[in-house]
C-alpha cells in the first residue's frame, strides 16, 4: 500500500509503503521515460537492500525481486513494457511502527545509492 504524497517524508523521493505485519508487501517498479515509463525496466538487474533509518542492517525485513513481467493495464498503467515485482518479507521481532523506521535501497544494477523508499510498518 502507498501512502499519500504529503505523509511521505521528502528524504524519500520514490515514495512510502506500508509493509504489513502479516502479509508484507509487494511494490511494483518501472523503469523508463515519462512517455512510457515502463519501457526501460528490463534493461537492467534490479534489488533492494533494507535497513534501518540510521543505516544499521535488519533481519526484521527482507526483499526479493522478481521478473521483469509483461505489463497490464492494472499494474503499469497500459499494457507497454514491463516491470519487477518487489516482495518484501517480514521477520521476527518486527513491530508496529509510527515512523519511517526502515528504508529500503533500491539497486538498478550495482547502484543503490539512486533510490530510496520510506517503509512503515502497519498490521
Do not use: H
Request: hydrophobic residues 30%; proline residues 8%.
Amino acid at each position: 500500500m502507498t501512502l499519500r504524497p504529503n505523509a511521505c517524508p521528502r528524504r524519500f523521493p520514490d515514495g512510502c509503503y506500508i509493509v504489513s505485519l502479516r502479509y508484507g508487501a509487494n511494490i511494483v517498479w518501472c523503469y523508463g521515460p515519462p512517455s512510457n515509463p515502463c519501457a526501460d525496466t528490463n534493461q537492467y538487474g534490479w534489488g533492494g537492500v533494507i535497513t534501518t533509518a540510521k543505516g544499521n542492517p535488519t533481519t526484521k525485513m527482507s526483499a526479493s525481486w522478481y521478473g521483469p513481467y509483461q505489463c497490464v493495464p492494472s499494474l503499469c498503467g497500459s499494457d507497454q513494457g514491463t516491470y519487477v515485482l518487489d516482495t518484501i518479507s517480514v521477520g521476527k521481532g518486527l513491530r508496529e511502527t509510527s515512523r519511517f523506521k526502515y528504508v529500503e535501497s533500491v539497486c538498478k544494477d550495482a547502484s543503490c545509492v539512486a533510490s530510496a523508499i520510506g517503509l512503515l510498518v502497519g498490521p
